[in-house]
């Protein structure tokens, strides 16, 4: 069985500093991994993937992702938040040998002016 | 290029009823997805459709049932509504051969009283 935890249910930051939004996950098989975002009363939108390869991912909107395959964690960072980042950020996995996605509680990034 | 669409958007039932909810895939996916999102909660996967069969399915019962069409769009039936029930319902849809790689519509967003 596969499990995703994201240990920060809320992270508040004031706008322009750092921030990291942290993701572990559990695993007996190979997975890709993925963070996604949504906004209020809106779907889910795909930030960044990591499939294979290089273990830095870029995505949309200046975010960035790690994978760290002996921790097993695929942490997310961007260098400088603004206000519209404001959102509920969701860590996921899909199993090589199955086609669904495992999600996350969520986490809840606050951006203060 | 349109992405993926929901209807309705917003959806009020009595429990014991049986509500239908639809969705549209992208363009040139073939792959449908369907999660349920409770408030608070990440999503859960609820069943996946290819090719008009359905591909996988998760720890929900069977009268979440769903349908999907030759031109890839997708239902999802729930029978003998309960309160638990109240959720966003997600539909996500795949490019052929990359089934983990899902986009996300609005969702519909269901209140069973």
């Known amino acids: 069985a596969q499990s995703v935890t994201q240990l920060d249910s809320q992270v508040p930051v004031f706008e322009e500093a750092p921030v990291e939004l942290r993701c572990n996950y559990s695993?007996?098989?190979?997975?890709?991994l993925f963070w996604y975002v949504q906004y209020p009363n809106q779907g889910l939108q795909l930030l960044l993937k990591?499939?294979?390869?290089?273990?830095l991912v870029k995505g949309i909107n200046g975010f960035e992702a790690e994978f760290n395959k002996s921790q097993t964690s695929f942490h997310l960072r961007k260098p400088s938040v603004h206000i519209s980042d404001t959102a509920e950020y969701f860590c996921?996995?899909?199993?090589?040998?199955?086609?669904?996605?495992?999600f996350g509680t969520g986490t809840r990034l606050q951006v203060f002016p | 290029e349109t992405g993926v669409t929901q209807s309705p958007t917003h959806l009020i039932k009595t429990r014991g009823q049986q509500v239908t909810l639809r969705c549209s895939s992208q363009?040139?996916?073939?792959?449908v997805s369907w999660y349920q999102q409770a408030l608070g909660q990440g999503p859960q996967f609820i069943f996946q459709?290819?090719?008009?069969?359905?591909?996988g399915r998760g720890n929900f019962p069977p009268r979440f049932s769903g349908l999907q069409f030759p031109n890839y769009s997708s239902e999802l039936n729930v029978n003998a509504l309960e309160l638990d029930d109240s959720a966003l319902y997600l539909c996500?849809?795949?490019?052929?051969?990359?089934?983990?790689?899902?986009?996300f519509g609005p969702g519909t967003r269901l209140t069973v009283t």
């Open positions: 996500a849809s795949s490019p052929g051969g990359k089934p983990y790689e899902q986009y």
């Open positions: 695993s007996s098989v190979s997975v890709y």
């Open positions: 990591y499939l294979s390869g290089s273990t």
């Open positions: 996921a996995v899909s199993p090589y040998n199955t086609d669904k996605l495992i």
């Open positions: 363009s040139g996916h073939n792959t």
């Open positions: 459709y290819y090719r008009e069969e359905e591909n």
